[in-house]
Structures are given as C-alpha cells and as structure tokens.
C-alpha cells in the first residue's frame, strides 16, 4: 500500500464511509495521510454541496480551510 500514490489511495477509500475512512486511518502514515485529503472528503460531501453553503443562513460557520472539516459541519448541522 505504501507504493501506490496518496491519489490512488484516496480513491479507494472514497469508496468506503466516513467512519472506514477514518479508522482505515489508524493502519498506517500512508492510510492516514490519504484519509486526511482533500480529494478523499470533497467525494464525501453532496454534489451540490457549494449550493447548499451559498444557502446557508450563515455561510460564515460553513466556511473552512478542508473538505473534512465542511464534511464534519454538514454532519452537525444538515444530519
């Protein structure tokens, strides 16, 4: 696993859930990094993600510097 790039990865997790993705996490540095990409928590997130911030009373709260993070505020706030 630590030879395929962190992209390869990413994508094989996205094919699992949030929760697999994160304990998948715990495997490895290889695992962990490719469980705190970007890449893999915008596959996460709902296609019209941006539309549904844009709606936001708040748009503010919603704002963040990851995709994990957004993930992790759309499942507090839209759960």
Known sequence: MDRLPE???SKILSC???PDACRFSMVSS???SAADSDLLWRSF???DYCD???RALNPLILNSSSY???FMLFAIHFS
């Open 30 to 32: 290889t695992l962990r």
């Open 52 to 54: 549904i911030v844009s």
């Open 7 to 9: 992209e390869c990865v």
């Open 45 to 47: 997130l709902p296609s």
């Open 16 to 18: 699992t859930s949030p």
């Open 68 to 70: 994990k993070h957004l």
